[in-house]
C-alpha cells in the first residue's frame, strides 16, 4: 500500500513540475539565437502570413512577441545571478554581435627622435621625486611649478661672472635664455609631428643660438651669398676668401676630340672593377654599421634586463623618500655602455 | 583622428581633457545619437522623432530647428553636425510629395557615413496615445528581431544590424532582473518591418523563471524600407577592426577540462631532444641514393660518439 501511495505521489509531483513549466515553455522549430550580453534574441522562423492575415494583426504581432521574449528572459534567468543592495542582479556576458565601431583604434604615438635616440642607447626614464628640500625655506617644496624649490627665477640678487660685461643686464640675460629654451623646445615639438605625419619637415636654414660656431657662420655666409637674384653669381668675394664647401657641383664634361690616352685609361679601370667579381667595401661605411648595430643589440640587451627591476638610480636630491637611498651610487650598474669608443674609421 | 598630437597644443588642462574624451579610445564609449528634422516635417515625424529620442535619451541629441539637407545626396552637413556633437548614429526626418513620412536610419564610422537606410511610416502609434504606464527613461530594453528576411536579405542584415547599435543602450556587465521592463520587437514580414514596444511584466509562474506578459505602451511603426546607402565591404569590415590591445592573449600552462576545473602545469616534461633540429650542414645531408637504413644508423652513431 505504502509503496503504491509513494508511487502515485512522484507522479503527481511530476505531473505538477509539468505543469509549472508548462506556463513558462514556448515551442519553437528553430531555435532561436541569443546575444544576452547585448539583450538581443533573433527569431529565424518563417512567420506564416496567412495567420497574420486570418488573425488580428496587434494581437498576432504581441503573441509573437511574447513567446519570444519569453525565451530570452528563460535565457536571461539561467545566468549567475548575486545580490548587490536588496536588487537580484544578473552578470551579463560579453556582447557577441559585431558592431562597428565609432572611431578607428587609437594608433601607437610615433617616437619623438629623443625617444629614437633614447631607445638606441638604452636611456630609460627616470622617475623624479615631486618634492625636493629648499635649502632657504627650509621646506619641502615642489620640484616645478608656482612656488617651486630653489627658484632662480624669484632671486634679487645675481652675481656678475668676472668674465661678463659689468653693463649686461643679468636678469634680463636669463629671461632671454629661458625664452629661446622654450623656443627651441616648441620647434622641436612641430618638427616631431611634422616627421610623424611624413611631411617634409621645412627647412630651417639657420636657428639662431647663444654662440654660433664657426662651421655655422660659414654656412651662414654662404646662404646669404646665394640669396641673391642669379644665384650668387655676381657675387664678389672677399680677398682671402676661400671657396664654399659643400655647394653643388657642376658638371663638367671632356672635349670630344682631345686626350685619348687618359680616355683608354679611364675605361680600362672602370672595366677592373667590373670584372672583379668583389664588391667594393667602404671600411668607414662597414664599421659605422657594426657599431651601430652592436649598440642597438646592447640597448636591447639593457631594456630587457631593467625592465624587471626598478631601481631609482642616484639623481635624487638628498633626501628623497628615504626608499631611494638605496639606489644611489648606482652609476656602475649602468655601465657597460659607457666604454669609449674610438672615431668610426679607425677601427 | 590626431587630435591630441595637433599643431596647436591644448592650452588649458580642461581644453586637454576635452579633447582627449573626443580621441579614439580602446574601448569606446556609448555610441549618442543626434535626431534631426528636414526642410519639411509633418506632425507624423516631429512626433515620432520626439518619441525615440525618448527611447534613446541620455545619449542622444535632439536638433529642434531645421536643417535643410539630404543625406542620399549630399551628407557633409551630417558629418559636420557629427563632428561637433561627436555622434555616430543618427536619425533624419522629413516629409515630402515623393516620400512622405520619411525616416533615416544612419550611422557614422571615423565621422564619414557609413550605413543609411530609409523608412517610410506607414503607421504610427505615438508614446502618448495609448495610455498605459511607461517604462522609465533609460531603461536598457531587450530587443527582439522576428522574421526570416533578417536573416537571409542583405539589406535587412544591415538594418538589423544599425537597429541593435541605435536601440541596443550602453554595454552592461550587469543587469538587475526585476528592471528588465522593456521589449523592442521588430517583425519583418511580407516586405513591412513592425516595430512594437512593449512594457514587459513578470509574473508568477510557479518555478524560478517569471511567466511574461506583455503590454504595448508605444511608439509603435510599421516600417517599409526604401533606399538605402550601405558600406563597401571593405569600410565596413575596416569599422570593425578591433585593436590588437582588447584581444585576449592566451596564457601558457594553464588549461581547463569539460567541468571548467583549472589546471596549471608547473613542471615541464623532459624535451624529446631527438626531434631537435640542429644546424644542418652540407657534408651530413643524406643522399639520395643511399637506401640502406642500417647503414645510416649506424653512421649516426658513429657521428654522435666523438661529440660526447
Known amino acids: 500500500m505504502a509503496a503504491h501511495s509513494v508511487e502515485a ?35 529565424k522562423n518563417r512567420i506564416e502570413s496567412r ?71 638604452g636611456i630609460q626614464k627616470k622617475k623624479k621625486t615631486n618634492l625636493v628640500w629648499d635649502e632657504n625655506a627650509k621646506e619641502w617644496r615642489r620640484r616645478w611649478g608656482y612656488k617651486r624649490a630653489n627658484d632662480d627665477t624669484k632671486e634679487w640678487l645675481i652675481e656678475v661672472p668676472e668674465t661678463a660685461d659689468p653693463n649686461e643686464d643679468q636678469f634680463a640675460k636669463r629671461v632671454k635664455a629661458k625664452k ?31 654662440q654660433q660656431s664657426k662651421d655655422e657662420l660659414v654656412r651662414a ?127 | 583622428m590626431t587630435q591630441l598630437d595637433s599643431v596647436i597644443k591644448p592650452k588649458t588642462k580642461r581644453s586637454k581633457r576635452f579633447l582627449e574624451s573626443r580621441a579614439p579610445k580602446l574601448t569606446e564609449d556609448v555610441k549618442s545619437a543626434m535626431i534631426m528634422k528636414g526642410g519639411n516635417t509633418s506632425l507624423t515625424i516631429t512626433q515620432a522623432l520626439k518619441d525615440l529620442y525618448s527611447l534613446r535619451k541620455p545619449n542622444a541629441v535632439l536638433y529642434k530647428k531645421k536643417n535643410i539637407t539630404r543625406p542620399f545626396e549630399d551628407s557633409t552637413s551630417l558629418e559636420f553636425f557629427s563632428k561637433k556633437t561627436d555622434c555616430s548614429l543618427f536619425l533624419f526626418g522629413s516629409h515630402n510629395k515623393k516620400r512622405p513620412n520619411n525616416l533615416i536610419f544612419g550611422r557614422l564610422f571615423d565621422f564619414h557615413v557609413l550605413d543609411m537606410i530609409e523608412l517610410g511610416i ?8 495609448i495610455k498605459a504606464s511607461k517604462c522609465p527613461e533609460g ?37 538587475r532582473l526585476a528592471g528588465l521592463e522593456h521589449v523592442l520587437h521588430f517583425t519583418a514580414l511580407d516586405g513591412k518591418i513592425f516595430m512594437r514596444s512593449y512594457r514587459c511584466l513578470l509574473k508568477k509562474s510557479g518555478c524560478r523563471t517569471p511567466r511574461i506578459e506583455l503590454e504595448e505602451i508605444g511608439p509603435s511603426f510599421d516600417f517599409v524600407l526604401r533606399r538605402t546607402h550601405l558600406a563597401s565591404d571593405d569600410l565596413y569590415k575596416l569599422a570593425h577592426k578591433q ?18 576545473t583549472k589546471f596549471g602545469r608547473v613542471h615541464m616534461q623532459k624535451q624529446d631532444l631527438s626531434k631537435l633540429h640542429t644546424r644542418k650542414m652540407k657534408g651530413l645531408r643524406k643522399r639520395k641514393g643511399e637506401v640502406v637504413t642500417g647503414d645510416i644508423s649506424r653512421k649516426r652513431i658513429s657521428r654522435k660518439r666523438p661529440c660526447s
Open chain 1, 9 to 43: 505521489l512522484l507522479a503527481k509531483a511530476e505531473q505538477e513540475e509539468a505543469e509549472k513549466l508548462r506556463s513558462i515553455a514556448v515551442h519553437k522549430e528553430l531555435d532561436l539565437e541569443f546575444d544576452v550580453g547585448n539583450l538581443l534574441a533573433c527569431d
Open chain 1, 51 to 121: 495567420d497574420f492575415r486570418e488573425q488580428k494583426k496587434e494581437d498576432f504581432l504581441r503573441s509573437l512577441a511574447r513567446d519570444n521574449t519569453q525565451l530570452l528572459i528563460n535565457e536571461i534567468w539561467k545566468l549567475p545571478t548575486e545580490r548587490v543592495e536588496e536588487a537580484i542582479v544578473a552578470k551579463l556576458p560579453e556582447p557577441t554581435t559585431p558592431l562597428p565601431r565609432e572611431k578607428p583604434p587609437p594608433k601607437p604615438k610615433p617616437p619623438t627622435k629623443w625617444e629614437q635616440f633614447a631607445k638606441l642607447k
Open chain 1, 180 to 210: 629661446e629654451r622654450v623656443a627651441k623646445n616648441e620647434l622641436n615639438r612641430l618638427k616631431n609631428i611634422a616627421r610623424a605625419q611624413k611631411v617634409k619637415v621645412p627647412g630651417v636654414g639657420l636657428t639662431p643660438t647663444a
Open chain 1, 221 to 347: 655666409v654662404s646662404v646669404a651669398k646665394t640669396s641673391t637674384a642669379s644665384v650668387g653669381r655676381f657675387q664678389d668675394r672677399l680677398p682671402k676668401e676661400k671657396a664654399p664647401k659643400n655647394t653643388g657641383k657642376k658638371r663638367k664634361f671632356e672635349p670630344l676630340i682631345g686626350d685619348f690616352s687618359n680616355e683608354k685609361q679611364k675605361q680600362l679601370e672602370l672595366l677592373k672593377v667590373m670584372d672583379s667579381k668583389k664588391p667594393k667595401l667602404d671600411i668607414t661605411k662597414a664599421v659605422n654599421k657594426q657599431m651601430r648595430e652592436e649598440d642597438r643589440e646592447e640597448a636591447s640587451a639593457k631594456y630587457k634586463k631593467g625592465a624587471g627591476k626598478k631601481g631609482r638610480k642616484g639623481n635624487m636630491s638628498g633626501k628623497g623618500k628615504g626608499k631611494g637611498g638605496k639606489g644611489k651610487g648606482g652609476k656602475a650598474a649602468g655601465g657597460g655602455g659607457g666604454k669609449k669608443r674610438s672615431k668610426p674609421g679607425k677601427r
Open chain 2, 122 to 129: 506607414e503607421k504610427y502609434v505615438s508614446l502618448s496615445e
Open chain 2, 139 to 175: 531603461t536598457k530594453p531587450m530587443l527582439v528581431f522576428a522574421g526570416e528576411a533578417f536573416d537571409t536579405d542583405n539589406e535587412h542584415k544591415r538594418l538589423k544590424s544599425l537597429l541593435i547599435d541605435f536601440f541596443r543602450g550602453p554595454t552592461v556587465s550587469a543587469v
Open chain 2, 243 to 260: 585593436p590588437k590591445a582588447l584581444k585576449v592573449k592566451k596564457k601558457k600552462n594553464i588549461s581547463h577540462d569539460a567541468f571548467g
